[in-house]
């Protein structure tokens, strides 16, 4: 079985900064892409960043410059520094990692998106 954990968040004042961080953990295959998006109460879901196959990273318009995606070298864990944070980055973060679970016996899962549960991130003016 396969879980994606996700840390960090919580409240800063604006102007300030936050990382949070996801783990995909249990029985891989292999993994794929990632990224992290947000939702608000009352908006649509936003992309913040994702890399794809290739390492290459893509940030919603809101976040370049301020918020940095990385992934670590074994590709299971992601993270997002967030600077310079504003009143309108708050927010539930969530993030995902795209995961082929390994069933055992030389058998593979399709490549699936993994979600982590979610963390809220509340900037104060």
Not at 7 to 12: F, R, T
């Amino acid at each position: 079985q396969v879980q994606v954990v996700q840390s960090g968040g919580g409240l800063v004042q604006a102007g300030g900064s936050l990382k949070l961080s996801c783990v995909a953990s249990g029985r891989i295959s292999s993994l794929g892409n990632a990224g992290w998006y947000r939702q608000a109460p009352g908006k649509q879901r936003e992309l913040v960043a994702a890399i794809d196959g290739n390492g290459d990273v893509a940030y919603g318009n809101s976040v370049k410059g301020r918020f940095t995606f990385s992934r670590g070298n074994a590709k299971n864990t992601t993270s997002l520094q967030m600077n310079s944070l504003r009143p309108e980055d708050t927010a539930a973060y969530y993030c995902y990692i795209q995961v082929s679970p390994d069933h055992g016996f030389g058998v593979r899962g399709p490549l699936r998106d993994y979600w982590g549960q979610g963390t809220q991130v509340t900037v104060s003016s």
